[in-house]
C-alpha cells in the first residue's frame, strides 16, 4: 500500500477548540486581520460555555473586570433576547443567564462574520514540531486525515492536547494525587412553577443560598431582592438532599443543590451530576464517567420532582453535549499563575485580561466545594504563551495556572477574556512578522485596550450601590464544611 503526503491546509493563525477560550480567539485574530482557521471537534461552536449561565463577568466590589468581545456576546444576546440582564450575587459577583442554542446561532455568526474559517467535526491527531517551534496539527475528519501548517497555533482544547502532542510541558490536577476538580453533565429542566420554586427558597429551613447562612444582613438583602431577580444562583439544600438519600431517592456523589434559576420563567440548570476521581485525559476513565452521569440524571430528575419545591411538573429539556470537565491538563508556560496572586489582586506589568471569580474548586474526590475570595486581578500575557517553544499559544482552562488558581481563572467570560488577548497576539505577530514573543507588549495592550478589553485600566471605583443593595462576604470566609476525600474503590473512576 503506498503511502501519498498529506493534503496541506495552511494559514496564519490556527486555533484549536471552539469553547469560550478558541472561539474568542479565533474572532479575535480574525478582526484583527490575520488569515484564521478555527478546528472543532463538535458538530457547535462554544463548547461548554453553550449550556451555562455566564459568571464572573464582575468582581466581589461588583465592578465590570471583563469587558470587550465577551460584554459583545452578551449584549448580541441581549438584542436577540437570548439573555437576562446582570444580576449580582454575593458569592459570584454576576451571573448572565443565556438561552444555548440561541449562543451556538449567533457564534457561527460571529465566526462567519469576522471571515474565520472553520473545520467542524475535526480533532487534532498530532502537533507538528520543528526543534522548539510549532508548526500547526495533523486533524483526522471524514476527509482522513490533513496537515494544518500555521505561523501561530493556539490551543483552546481545554486538555491542552496540541501541547501535549507536541511535547510541551503540562500539569494535570492538584499537587499530591494530580486529581482534577470533579466533572457534571449539566442538564436543563422545564416546567417549573418559579413562584413555588422561590417560595422554597425564601424558607430560610432550606438554606437555599447556603454562603449567605452565617450573615442574617446578606440573607435579608437577598430576600428583599429575590421576586424581582431573573438569575437566581443555588447552592444549598443539603437537609433535603440528605432526607432523600436516607429515603433511598438519592445516591449522586453530591450534597447540595447546585444549580441556576434561568431567566426563561420556567427552566433550571442543574449541576449537579457528579464523578469522583476522573482522569479527563484517558478515555476509559471518560467513557466510565459519562456512562455514571447518565445514570444519575434520571435519578436526579425524580428527587426534582419529588422533593424540591416548584419541581413537581418539571421536564427534562436538554442535556448538555458533552461532559463539563473542569479541570484538565495546565499548559506550563512563562508565568505560572498562583492562587497567591489572585488573593492578593496581583497587576502584571503585561497585563492582557482581567479575572475577580472567587476560586472554586469542586472537590476531585469529596463532595461540595473548596472557595477561596480573591481581588480583581490581571492575567499577564507570560500565562498563556507556552514555554520553552515558539509558535504556541493557550487560553482557557489550559493556561498556565495552578489547580487553585484554574479554578477562578476557569469561569467563561475570563476564558472569553483570555481568547480575545491571545487571538489579538497572534494576529500581532504574524502581521508584523514577528514570533510571539517579540510583539511589543505596549501595542498588545494598547490594541486590547482600544477594542474594548479590560486590561485594568478602567476598572473604577468599588459599586457602592451595588454593595449597599447586595452586601459583600468577608474576604476570608470559614472553611466550608463536607467530607473532602471520598473516593472509595467503588467511587473511583480512574480506570488504571
Ligand atoms: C459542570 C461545569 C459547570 C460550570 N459552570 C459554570 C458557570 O455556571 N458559569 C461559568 O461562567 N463557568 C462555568 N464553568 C466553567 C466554564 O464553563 C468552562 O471552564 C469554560 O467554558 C471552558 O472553556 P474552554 O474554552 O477552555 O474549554 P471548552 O468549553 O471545554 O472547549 C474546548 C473545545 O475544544 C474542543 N476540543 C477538545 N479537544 C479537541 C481536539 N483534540 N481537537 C479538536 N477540538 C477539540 C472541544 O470539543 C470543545 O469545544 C463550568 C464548568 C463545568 C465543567
Redesign the pocket.
Known amino acids: 500500500m503506498s503511502h501519498s503526503p498529506l493534503p496541506v491546509i495552511r494559514c496564519q493563525v490556527l486555533v484549536?477548540?471552539?469553547?469560550?477560550?478558541?472561539l474568542t480567539a479565533a474572532i479575535a485574530a480574525a478582526r484583527n486581520g490575520a488569515d484564521t482557521l478555527l478546528?472543532?471537534?463538535?458538530g457547535f461552536l462554544g463548547?461548554?460555555?453553550t449550556t451555562?449561565?455566564?459568571?464572573?463577568f464582575h468582581d466581589r466590589d461588583f465592578r465590570l473586570v471583563v469587558k470587550g468581545l465577551p460584554l459583545e456576546f452578551c449584549q448580541r444576546l441581549q438584542r436577540l433576547g437570548a439573555a437576562s440582564d446582570f444580576e449580582f450575587d454575593p458569592k459570584c459577583a454576576s451571573a448572565i443567564s443565556i438561552e444555548s442554542h440561541w449562543w451556538k446561532i449567533l457564534a457561527m455568526q460571529l465566526v462567519r462574520e469576522a471571515g474565520v474559517k472553520l473545520l467542524l467535526h475535526?480533532?487534532?491527531v498530532a502537533t507538528l514540531r520543528e526543534g522548539d517551534r510549532i508548526r500547526g496539527v495533523e486533524v483526522e475528519n471524514k476527509s482522513g486525515r490533513q496537515r494544518i501548517e500555521a505561523e501561530v497555533t493556539i490551543d483552546?482544547?481545554?486538555?491542552g492536547?496540541v501541547a501535549a502532542r507536541g511535547g510541551v510541558a503540562w500539569a494535570k490536577g492538584r499537587t499530591g494525587d494530580g486529581l482534577v476538580q470533579s466533572?457534571?453533565l449539566?442538564f436543563r429542566l422545564g416546567g417549573v412553577d418559579r413562584a413555588a420554586f422561590i417560595a422554597g427558597c425564601k424558607d430560610p429551613a432550606n438554606r437555599y443560598r447556603e454562603w449567605l447562612t452565617p450573615y442574617p444582613d446578606l440573607w435579608d438583602k437577598m430576600m428583599r431582592r429575590i421576586d424581582r431577580m431573573h438569575v437566581i444562583v443555588c447552592g444549598g439544600y443539603a437537609a433535603l438532599v440528605e432526607r432523600a438519600r436516607e429515603a433511598g431517592d438519592f445516591n449522586v456523589p453530591q450534597t447540595r443543590i447546585v444549580g441556576?434559576k434561568h431567566h426563561v420563567a420556567d427552566q433550571f440548570t442543574v449541576?449537579m451530576t457528579r464523578v469522583l476521581g476522573l482522569d479527563p485525559t484517558n478515555i476509559h476513565s471518560l467513557t466510565d464517567a459519562y456512562t455514571r452521569v447518565y445514570e444519575q440524571i434520571p435519578v436526579l430528575v425524580r428527587f426534582f420532582r419529588s422533593y424540591v419545591p416548584g419541581f413537581a411538573r418539571a421536564q427534562l429539556l436538554e442535556i448538555a453535549p458533552?461532559l463539563?470537565?473542569?479541570e484538565s491538563r495546565r499548559i506550563m508556560g512563562d508565568y505560572v499563575l498562583t492562587a497567591e496572586d489572585l488573593m492578593a489582586g496581583r497587576v502584571f506589568d503585561d497585563a492582557v485580561g482581567m479575572g475577580g471569580y472567587h476560586i472554586d474548586i469542586h472537590r476531585p474526590a469529596g463532595t461540595w466545594v473548596d472557595s477561596h475570595n480573591v481581588k480583581a486581578y490581571t492575567i499577564p500575557a507570560r500565562s498563556l504563551i507556552a514555554r520553552d517553544v515558539d509558535g504556541l499559544l493557550m487560553a482557557?482552562?489550559?493556561l498556565s495556572a495552578t489547580h487553585e488558581a484554574v479554578a477562578s481563572t476557569?469561569?467563561?467570560?475570563i476564558?472569553m477574556a483570555q481568547g480575545q488577548a491571545v487571538g489579538t497576539l497572534a494576529a500581532l505577530a504574524v502581521k508584523r512578522g514577528l514570533a510571539v514573543r517579540g510583539v511589543p507588549i505596549a501595542a498588545l495592550q494598547d490594541t486590547l485596550a482600544g477594542q474594548g478589553a479590560e486590561i485594568g485600566r478602567t476598572v473604577g471605583e468599588p459599586n457602592r450601590q451595588a454593595i449597599d443593595e447586595v452586601g459583600q462576604l468577608p474576604f476570608n470566609e470559614p472553611p466550608t464544611t463536607g467530607d473532602q476525600d471520598t473516593v472509595s474503590a467503588s467511587e473511583t473512576a480512574w480506570v488504571r
Not at 39 to 42: F, K, P, Q, R, T
Not at 52 to 56: E, N, R, S, V
Not at 156 to 159: A, F, K, N, P, V
Not at 410 to 413: E, Y
Open positions: 484549536v477548540g471552539s469553547g469560550a477560550a478558541g478546528v472543532e471537534n463538535a463548547g461548554i460555555s451555562l449561565p455566564w459568571l464572573g475535526t480533532q487534532v483552546g482544547t481545554g486538555d492536547d466533572p457534571t449539566v441556576v449541576v458533552m463539563g470537565v473542569r482557557g482552562k489550559c476557569r469561569v467563561i467570560p476564558c
